[in-house]
């Protein structure tokens, strides 16, 4: 749409250049001769500029640039309007690994088979305090264990390889087994391969808890709005999730063929022993704030 009235204009500002006046050799219109003032030239010049300008901005920048508007509140649990959602998924989908310069070849995609469980590397991107970009990267049997987003908007996008994501919301206004155990619905069990598009989950849905599993070598590009903080009580809480069938509470009931998309989690006290995040210096092109 945007193209097309771009090229209308010029089409039209073109078909305006010809003269309606009937030319001394009959009525054969004759185009004005174009005449190269310095005024001219120096508009020429400065549409040149401004071409180029739009031309090498980076996709990184164009994320940056993007996220500032549609973060623009940066409270927490304030969700994007769904034309900012669309716009930030519309950018990230265009989004190539080489833009940010990760590649399967990176020693941090490698198995290194004296450790325990495979070391997961975050790349720092950006971070306010309205919202924070990096790219976490997994060997293959990667795991980021079960964890919340509260009150933010996070969205996901897998730049290569093949993930498993496991994801949850609560269920609202259940009974409770115990103070640290509630009652979760699945939302997302599936493997993902990219090239895919961009997931987005919200305060109170599309899969606030999730578990990411690398089937292969695997690198996501996650953008959170607002960020972790725990000033602000947006703290970071690791989960077990057990079987629907592993407790019995009063007042909670689900048909027998449905129990498989629920689960109980349970709080983790402490963050998991098995995983190691190593934060390192994002290599990719920069940006201008
Ligand atoms: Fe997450």
């Not at 309606?20 to 054969?28: A, H, Q, T, V």
Request: proline share 9%; hydrophobic share 35%; glycine share 6%.
């Amino acid at each position: 749409m945007g193209t097309g009235q771009v090229v209308g204009g010029r089409v039209r500002r073109d078909l305006s250049e010809i003269s309606n006046k009937p030319s001394p050799n009959g009525n054969i219109p004759v185009k004005k001769p174009i005449v190269s003032s310095p005024e001219n030239r120096s508009n020429s010049r400065k549409r040149i500029q401004r071409r180029s300008k739009k031309a090498v901005i980076s996709p990184v920048q164009k994320l940056f640039e993007t996220c500032k508007k549609v973060f623009a509140n940066g409270e927490s649990g304030i969700v994007p309007s769904a034309e900012n959602i669309e716009m930030l998924r519309a950018v990230l989908d265009e989004i190539k690994p080489e833009d940010v310069n990760v590649s399967p070849n990176m020693p941090c995609f490698r198995s290194k088979p004296m450790l325990r469980s495979p070391l997961v590397t975050y790349l720092h991107i950006y971070e306010c305090d309205r919202f924070s970009m990096g790219i976490f990267c997994l060997p293959p049997c990667g795991v980021i264990p079960l964890h919340n987003h509260p009150e933010m908007t996070v969205f996901s996008k897998l730049l290569f390889g093949t993930m498993h994501i496991k994801s949850y919301d609560w269920v609202a206004d259940s009974p409770r087994q115990s103070s640290d155990t509630r009652l979760a619905k699945v939302k997302v069990d599936s493997e993902f391969t990219a090239p895919c598009d961009a997931s987005i989950l919200y305060p109170a849905d599309g899969g606030n808890m999730h578990c990411f599993t690398a089937k292969t070598a695997c690198a996501v590009l996650d953008v959170l709005g607002p960020p972790y903080s725990d000033p602000a009580g947006r703290h970071c809480t690791y989960y077990f999730d057990y079987p629907f069938s592993r407790f019995s509470v009063d007042g909670v009931a689900v048909a027998e063929e449905e129990k498989e998309g629920y689960a109980w989690l349970k709080e983790r006290e402490e963050k998991p022993e098995d995983l190691t995040v190593m934060a390192m210096m994002y290599s990719g092109p920069t940006m201008k704030e």
